[in-house]
């Protein structure tokens, strides 16, 4: 009885937050994208099978050499993809209901995640692929493997995630030891594979190995249990990282800038000392490094219209991550912009300084990139200049519609608390229009006047920012009743 | 200093607010008075221009808040948690709102000095961020925000909600000061018939948006107002 109303509570709170009644378009999108990376996981996983089916001579053992990689990899997207499983305990607390009931309670939530069925889908569609060389044991062995193994990775990742809110290193550990796996992986050192295939290969031909594998779920539980038991108020869990001294405190040469600067300093605390901004922040290395994964394959290099949307994302990906939201970041404190002794425009200028500085000193990092050519540098710099020139002004208007209160205390991977489907409609212009720029020149072989018209563009926008400027403080004095009420709407 | 002009709010065709004349001299302590949904919150949100009125306006120095924004050079206010920044220490607040307004850092201490007793020690060298504060101290922070630029309007929204009973005091007698020293204009709303009593000349009473009294402070007005707000029993 008292499981079915915390179930009925836990619906309302689903289906009653403002959240759920207001994103429609982005469920559509997120729902469509999932259908179709799903019909991908499936046909991919068939073709596996039938691959493995015909070319190998024993397509179990073959199979079992890289589980443990499986179980890796999904290890690692759920780390990213899981939400961890929350509950307003509060409420709760001085209610006659048993401590212990309430935490398991929070820890079956993951049980039924819909992320749960695609490592299985993905097996059963290798299973199919695989179906003349599998007796009826050996498959329902894979289905149990894989199912027990997900659950414990699936608890593993809780574990470390919820550990991670109050020690943020152990994200640093994380990612350091899947790394170390890689490359141990890599170079041979360890061999990941016969591990792997010893260990799942044991335990295909004694079922009984599969109680091994269900105690280490158990032990993952119970992890799980003993750190929500013993922190349930959740007093260490909500808070943190407050009472350290920062380095932004003495930073005291914005204040040259007057007016700009103190607004540009604010936003820069903003960025470092909220899990959600500070997330972005820790991404932002990540766009800088983009090139490597294109630039060292020799095919890409010759596409020019590629190599444009990597230049524009270089220097530009962490401002379009984190302009189109500008205003929607202080919706905390909307209301003291609005009636602070300032003029609309230095407020919007310090955002506009700010793209401009982050934007220019991840291009200079990027200029080794010149390794790759000196073509590679002039794209890179004209799609720079376009981004400080146009995009940048493109983003704090744009910016001007959003209006939905942003709450700065979530961690930003995959959070789309805030965000609308517009935003994935309002890229396409930013990273599309340069290209669309170059296609016709290039089309008659002369792609450096492309080129350089995309950053005669640019130049054009740095001249006449003031009077483009002037433009968003108008659009964004007609819209500041509609943002500052959907700001204060939580 | 101020005048509302047939001024009208509504929400989903429902009127939240709708005063036909209202004109507060510079200098006044005014106090406003309703219960919950009277529209107290709204009109100074009006008076500050962060909603649109659907008709009317309101006058700032004779000129219309929503046109120009000259009344923010004058005007400090504390509505609600939406004035602070949350990540800031309170030194790093203040020192924000001091830059934005031209006080300098010397000034700034001055008021520390002065508001000694009103923060305790509370308030500063607490190396906490403002979000980790409570709702009593917050509400501190965002008041000692508001009066920084040392304005001539002030505008304050339940000043007297969270805070321990010590800080009522103090604050009252801080707003009678201010009052009289600078000769400030002053807005300010109470759910304390008391509090309010004290502190203003003149007591306005919302009630569904509209004005239903408007009394100059005499001897008699505490009286008067529990009158007005006595729940009627049923017979």
């Not at chain 1, 780390?79 to 001085?94: D, S």
């Not at chain 1, 091994?212 to 779920?217: P, Q």
Request: proline share 2%; glycine share 8%.
């Amino acid at each position: 009885m008292k499981n079915f109303t915390l179930l009925s509570h836990q619906w309302k709170a689903a289906t009653r937050s403002v959240a759920a009644s207001k994103s429609v378009g982005i469920k559509i999108f997120m729902g469509f994208i999932f259908l179709i990376l799903f019909l991908e996981l499936l046909g991919g996983g068939f073709y596996l099978g039938s691959e493995l089916a015909e070319n190998s001579k024993d397509p179990v053992a073959d199979l079992s050499r890289y589980v443990l990689y499986f179980f890796l990899a999904i290890l690692v997207i759920r780390y990213m993809l899981q939400k961890l499983p929350t509950f307003m305990v509060t409420p709760y607390l001085n209610l006659p209901i048993k401590k212990n009931k309430l935490v398991n309670f929070i820890l079956t939530k993951p049980l039924f995640n819909g992320l749960n069925i695609l490592p299985l889908s993905f097996a059963l569609a290798i299973s199919t692929g695989l179906h003349e060389h599998l007796d009826a044991y050996t498959f329902w062995m894979i289905v149990a493997i894989v199912i027990i193994g997900d659950l414990f990775v699936n608890y593993i990742s809780i574990y470390i995630k919820r550990v991670q809110i109050k020690h943020e290193y152990i994200f640093y550990i994380f990612l350091a030891s899947v790394a170390g796996f890689l490359l141990l992986d890599q170079f041979k050192i360890v061999n990941f594979q016969g591990i792997s295939s010893n260990v799942f290969m044991k335990v295909i031909q004694n079922p009984l190995w599969l109680l091994a594998g269900i105690s280490i779920f158990a032990i993952a539980y119970y992890l799980n249990f003993q750190l929500l038991y013993k922190h349930f108020s959740l007093e260490d869990f909500g808070k943190g990282d407050s009472n350290q001294r920062s380095s932004l405190e003495n930073l005291t040469y914005l204040d040259r800038f007057g007016k700009i600067g103190t607004f540009a300093l604010l936003e820069l605390k903003m960025c470092v000392r909220n899990k959600r901004t500070r997330t972005m922040l820790f991404m932002a290395p990540l766009f800088l490094l983009y090139g490597l994964f294109f630039y060292t394959k020799p095919s890409y290099l010759e596409m020019n219209g590629f190599l444009i949307f990597i230049g524009l994302f270089i220097s530009g990906g962490f401002m379009m991550s984190f302009g189109l939201y500008f205003f929607a970041w202080e919706s905390g404190h909307f209301d003291l912009m609005l009636t602070a002794n300032n003029t609309y425009k230095d407020y919007i200028k310090a955002k506009y300084f700010l793209m401009l500085s982050t934007s220019t000193i991840i291009f200079l990092l990027s200029t080794f990139y010149v390794y790759f050519g000196i073509e590679i540098l002039i794209i890179n710099s004209v799609c720079f200049l376009f981004n400080i020139g146009v995009n940048s002004l493109l983003l704090l208007y744009f910016a001007t519609n959003n209006n939905k209160h942003m709450d700065l205390s979530k961690g930003s991977m995959f959070n789309y608390q805030g965000v609308g489907g517009q935003h994935f409609v309002l890229m396409i212009p930013l990273l599309v229009l340069p290209i669309l720029i170059h296609l016709p020149f290039r089309a008659f072989g002369q792609a450096n006047i492309g080129f350089a018209l995309i950053g005669a563009l640019g130049i054009l926008g740095l001249l006449f920012r003031e009077k483009l400027l002037d433009l968003i403080t108008r659009r964004f004095i007609s819209r500041r009743y509609l943002m500052s009420e959907g700001f204060r709407n939580k | 200093m101020i005048q509302i002009d047939k001024l009208g709010k509504a929400y989903n065709g429902v009127k939240v607010l709708d005063i036909e004349q209202l004109e507060i001299p510079q200098g006044q302590s005014f106090g406003l008075v309703g219960n919950n949904g009277a529209g107290k919150t709204t009109l100074f949100r009006l008076v500050l221009d962060l909603i649109k009125a659907d008709q009317g306006q309101v006058l700032s120095k004779d000129i219309a808040v929503n046109k120009d924004s000259q009344w923010k050079k004058y005007t400090g206010s504390f509505l609600d948690e939406g004035f602070l920044i949350d990540f800031l220490k309170p030194e790093e607040y203040f020192s924000f709102i001091a830059d934005i307004n031209g006080v300098t850092k010397d000034e700034l201490h001055v008021f520390y000095d002065d508001f000694a007793d009103f923060f305790g020690d509370e308030i500063l060298n607490k190396n906490k961020y403002i979000r980790d504060f409570s709702k009593g101290n917050q509400k501190k922070i965002g008041l000692f925000g508001a009066i920084i630029s040392q304005p001539e309007v002030l505008i304050l929204d339940e000043p007297f909600a969270n805070l321990d009973p010590s800080s009522q005091i103090r604050l009252k007698s801080l707003l009678k000061d201010l009052q009289l020293k600078a000769h400030l204009t002053m807005l300010i709303s109470s759910h304390d018939l008391n509090h309010i009593a004290e502190v203003s000349d003149r007591i306005v009473i919302l009630e569904k948006g509209k004005l239903v009294k408007d009394l100059l402070t005499s001897k008699n007005t505490l009286g008067e107002l529990e009158g007005y707000f006595k729940p009627e029993t049923s017979k």
